[in-house]
Each structure stands twice: as structure tokens, then as C-alpha cells.
């Protein structure tokens, strides 16, 4: 196991397209999140999961924003009817008691 | 509710020279507190972190930081600056290992 993997690493859609990324974290690991990360700024926190339950969202996920994690192993995000402002790198991390390993993101443009 | 400041979104030094990147943090109960870096089109590489202890927590690549409750901050140092050292670097706070919190990031050039 080489560390959190993310795919795919990039992604172009059209605007009112869906998506999904997936993400597999480390296998030990029971806890996953997922950030979003724009130009010039630092990741902001969308999702957190404790084994397969999401325990805690972020207002910056809207309802057409949506994360599963089913049987507490690998995580996929979907976004539906994407919007421009979507646009952003997506970023997987996986951790334990106290240190947060991250995937080297999946890249979305929305044209 | 936690927050990390970053002061300074650009730092430049010369190769050789001291580095010091600034990090405050406001939280409501014993932060863990943590320096990540990341290169161009890449994740995030931890550096460090503090959780309890040692106020002065040394990290990879000669990067060491500072736990100043006081000041309530969290300032990354290296003695002699290097080119591979150029990068985005962010600080972070959680409690707990919950959520992360970051701040904006900081910019590193390293000139010759």
C-alpha cells in the first residue's frame, strides 16, 4: 500500500454534467475526508467519515454534492449538474488518531 | 470555531538563508497544530506536526516549528534554505484529529 490514491487525476466535463471521483485511503485507516482546494487557497473541508458513516459536512456542500463511503473502504463524490464554480482541485485524505495523509487530488475544469 | 492565519502569502529568500514562515491559530481547545507543504500539481506532504509535549517539533527535510501558546502560534523555521524548498506551504489546525483547518498558504522562493 503506497499511500492514499485518487483517480482520475484530472477530469474535464461540460457545465450540467455529473461526476465522480473516487478516492482508496490507506488500507489501516478508518477515517477519510475530502477537501476542495481553488487557486490560492488552502483546502477547505467538505466531508469526514469514521469507517463507512459520514460523520460531519460542510456548508460548501451543496445538495448537489454527495459522498459515499460504502462498507468503510475506498470513498466516491459525485457532483451533479456541475456548475463552473465547481472548478477546483479535489482532495482525498485519510488519517489516523492524528495525522491526515493526503492523495494527490483530482483536478476538475468545468466548461 | 478555529482558524489559521498565515501572514505573508509570498516569502523570498536567498538560497543559504534563514526561513520563517509565519502561522497563528485561534481555537478553543488544545489545537493540534501541523505544517504541510505542496508542490506544483501535487497533495499535500505533512512536515510536521504538534499534538502535546515538546514545544519544538522537528520535522523532515531540516524544518522545525515552535508551539507558543501564548502567542498562539506556530512558525516554521529552517536554519539554511535550499532550491528543492521552494513550494506552497500551509498550516493547519484540528482538534482531536478531526477535520483539518487551513490557512491560506504561504509561497516560497528560493533564489540563487
Known amino acids: 500500500d503506497t499511500g492514499v490514491s485518487q483517480n482520475p487525476r484530472h477530469k474535464i466535463t461540460k457545465r450540467g454534467q455529473n461526476v465522480t471521483f473516487r478516492c482508496d485511503p490507506i488500507?489501516?485507516?478508518?477515517?477519510l475526508y475530502w477537501y476542495r482546494q481553488t487557486l490560492g487557497q488552502g483546502p477547505e473541508f467538505l466531508t469526514y467519515?469514521?469507517?463507512?458513516?459520514?460523520?460531519?459536512k460542510s456548508r460548501l456542500l451543496s445538495d448537489r454534492f454527495s459522498a459515499e463511503r460504502p462498507k468503510g473502504s475506498f470513498s466516491t463524490l459525485e457532483i451533479q449538474r456541475t456548475e463552473q464554480g465547481d472548478s477546483a482541485m479535489y482532495l482525498c485524505?485519510?488519517?489516523?488518531?492524528?495525522?491526515?495523509?493526503f492523495g494527490q487530488g483530482t483536478r476538475l475544469t468545468v466548461v | 470555531a478555529q482558524s489559521v492565519t498565515q501572514l505573508g502569502s509570498h516569502v523570498s529568500v536567498s538560497e543559504g538563508a534563514l526561513v520563517l514562515l509565519r502561522c497563528n491559530y485561534s481555537?478553543?481547545?488544545?489545537?493540534?497544530l501541523f505544517w504541510y507543504v505542496q508542490y506544483p500539481n501535487q497533495g499535500l506532504q505533512l512536515l510536521l506536526k504538534?499534538?502535546?509535549?515538546?514545544?519544538l517539533v522537528k520535522g523532515i527535510n531540516g524544518f522545525e516549528a515552535e508551539f507558543k501558546k501564548s502567542e498562539t502560534s506556530f512558525h516554521l523555521t529552517k536554519p539554511s534554505a535550499h532550491m528543492s524548498d521552494a513550494a506552497e506551504y500551509f498550516c493547519?489546525?484540528?482538534?482531536?484529529?478531526?477535520?483539518?483547518?487551513f490557512g491560506k498558504g504561504t509561497t516560497l522562493s528560493v533564489s540563487s
Open positions: 485524505a485519510s488519517s489516523t488518531e492524528a495525522e491526515a495523509f
Open positions: 504538534y499534538t502535546t509535549g515538546a514545544t
Open positions: 467519515f469514521q469507517n463507512e458513516a459520514q460523520l460531519e
Open positions: 493547519a489546525v484540528s482538534d482531536t484529529g478531526t477535520a483539518l483547518i
Open positions: 488500507s489501516e485507516h478508518n477515517r
Open positions: 481555537s478553543s481547545v488544545p489545537p493540534y
